[in-house]
């Protein structure tokens, strides 16, 4: 099993990206999926997550300008980023939570000039 992220890229600040991750390989009933990052010097941290449910949680820092959604059929987890700031810059990893356990995506950077 293998989780690619990409849409990462340099925007300025205010600007939006949208980040994917897609898993391949057989994988099966993952509960959550989620974005982490992780700034230079900083330790990782959750972005956001959602739940098969579609039950969402976010970090405060990102509450109101990041969405989170998935496609469970396209093994698909998606970070929609709006009014991005310079502090949003960070290497971002998708992680999915699955019965057969966690697996993580490479990293896509995100860098937001100000």
């Known amino acids: 099993v293998q989780l690619q992220a990409s849409g990462g890229g340099l925007v300025q600040a205010g600007g939006s990206l949208r980040l994917s991750c897609t898993a391949s390989?057989?994988?099966?009933?993952?509960?959550?999926m989620s974005w982490y990052r992780q700034a230079p010097g900083k330790e990782r941290e959750l972005v956001a997550d959602i739940t098969s449910g579609g039950s969402t949680k976010y970090a405060d820092s990102v509450k109101g300008r990041f969405t989170i959604s998935r496609d469970s059929a396209r093994n698909t987890v998606y970070l929609q980023m709006n009014g991005l700031k310079p502090e949003d810059t960070a290497v971002y990893y998708c992680r999915f939570s699955c019965r057969r356990g966690d697996y993580w995506g490479q990293g896509t950077q995100v860098t937001v000039s100000s």
């Open positions: 390989g057989s994988i099966f009933r993952c509960n959550v």
